[in-house]
């Protein structure tokens, strides 16, 4: 019995030790590991016809997708013959498959298949791959396009360039306070001269064959990308893309242009734009400035999702601790400070009372100061990398790839590597609290922005004069004098 007692002061005292453990932290995360998951095979077919294999051990079913590259598809020129193509995707007929069979055979396989001139989606069961593959590749390279439906469409035409309207009503011009923070940013824009005439379908003396052309010059298989996840080898998936779009013909390649536009940022103080909404109990506050430089996958774009997630994008950031949780001004705050082809924006967004506005603004900036002057805890830059890092391996899985999808169509227009995927969770755990610094102060601006104000202007003319200069606005855009 005297061994039971000690046996058991002996478990008090390891639960009293343990109930010592420093709280302040958050708990370790595991050592930063390669994924198993993320990888991209690229392969490259005769034809010219890209593939992404993002294999995934032991999973039943797979997805595929289908991006073509079109030239100009949205300042088409032969317009009739993109609409009847068109229509004869959505009408799922193909040569071999043109009584309905495509439908029903989708429905009996529990599996989503769709074509047309983008390309498409395939999912469904890895056993059903070969059926399914069959009936996407006629779908897409042989739609059953028919002579009665352009004859359909030329009547259609004819009988609307008949029709002619007797008012015309010139459309009401509407204020947009968006217009007005961009010209703040970045001046006004520059008006051209619209020179491309509009053009319209013509589909007289239109024929099949026509369509045909249409499809053979812009469904090509060098100005396509497929990417394929699910449980198959490099080996397996080259051979079933061989086997099904081995024949696909090529056609004139298309280099898509780099999205990476420069954009220059011309203001030097902070603006206060108020548009007045009379009935309004809260106002709507938005914060916006332009980042500069920091382009879509730059190479500081992980460290700038750590400092966002800091800032305001969760609820443990210091605008929603502070905001939300400490002084009780709104429901909701979020900031968004993030790269993008332009060069990058900054935002903050949030609603408050009327009377609280000013009390609101002080506050999101002096949140911004701190972040640009002083280093944020170790345990704040853990809690983020942490969140990040868990939110991003958990949508590395299967039954929704879209980052294996997104990644694949813009590899290679970026530049990226394979692996980048894979390497991800490594960069988050390299940022450091210096890096945030950094990135704060030339990223976060309370100086150089724009603050957008939607409330009711009698209850807050006066009290926004003291964080720049204020242009006040009616609902039809305005300008108010006091």
Request: glycine residues 4%; neutral net charge.
């Amino acid at each position: 019995m005297k061994n039971l007692h000690v046996f058991i002061l002996m478990i008090c005292f390891s639960l009293s030790s343990a109930a010592q453990v420093d709280r302040s932290m958050p708990p370790e995360a595991n050592n930063p590991e390669t994924l198993n998951v993320g990888k991209l095979i690229p392969m490259v077919l005769n034809n010219g016809l890209r593939v992404y294999l993002a294999p995934v051990k032991d999973y039943p079913k797979f997805t595929m997708s289908v991006n073509i590259e079109l030239p100009n598809y949205t300042e088409e020129t032969r317009l009739a013959e993109k609409n009847i193509l068109n229509t004869a995707y959505a009408n799922t007929l193909s040569k071999k498959y043109p009584n309905q069979e495509i439908d029903s055979i989708v429905n009996t396989y529990a599996a989503m298949l769709n074509a047309n001139m983008y390309g498409g989606t395939i999912k469904g069961m890895k056993q059903d791959i070969n059926t399914l593959l069959d009936v996407y590749v006629d779908a897409l390279l042989n739609p059953i396009i028919t002579q009665e439906y352009i004859s359909k469409k030329y009547k259609a035409s004819i009988a609307q360039g008949r029709k002619k309207s007797d008012v015309f009503t010139q459309p009401i011009k509407q204020f947009s306070i968006d217009a007005v923070v961009d010209s703040l940013l970045f001046g006004p824009k520059i008006k051209r001269e619209e020179t491309k005439q509009t053009s319209k379908p013509n589909y007289e003396g239109l024929t099949i064959e026509d369509v045909e052309d249409y499809k053979a010059d812009r469904i090509v298989s060098n100005n396509a990308l497929i990417v394929i996840v699910g449980d198959f080898s490099e080996s397996e998936c080259k051979t079933l893309m061989t086997h099904y779009f081995g024949r696909w013909k090529t056609g004139a390649p298309y280099v898509k242009e780099s999205p990476v536009k420069t954009k220059t940022s011309i203001i030097q103080n902070r603006k206060i734009i108020v548009k007045d909404a009379p009935d309004a109990v809260q106002s709507k506050i938005a914060f916006k400035w332009h980042l500069g430089d920091a382009y879509t996958y730059f190479e500081n774009d992980i460290k700038l999702q750590v400092l966002n997630n800091i800032f305001g994008a969760s609820q443990l950031s210091y605008l929603y601790k502070n905001l939300r949780e400490d002084k009780a001004l709104c429901y909701y705050i979020n900031s968004s400070v993030g790269s993008a082809a332009d060069g990058g924006t900054g935002a903050v967004y949030t609603s408050v009372r009327n009377e609280q506005t000013a009390y609101a603004i002080e506050n999101i900036i002096l949140e911004m100061l701190r972040l640009r002057n002083e280093k944020v805890s170790a345990s704040d830059l853990k809690i983020a990398k942490n969140s990040l890092i868990g939110e991003y391996t958990r949508s590395l899985n299967p039954i929704a790839p879209i980052p294996y999808i997104t990644f694949a169509m813009q590899k290679d227009l970026y530049h990226l590597p394979d692996d980048y995927l894979q390497n991800k969770v490594e960069k988050y755990y390299q940022v450091t609290i210096e890096d945030i610094m950094k990135m704060a102060q030339k990223y976060i601006d309370p100086f150089k922005c724009v603050i957008t104000i939607t409330g009711k202007v009698s209850e807050l003319k006066g009290t926004l004069e003291k964080f720049g200069e204020v242009l006040y606005y009616d609902q039809k855009g305005n300008k108010l004098e006091f």
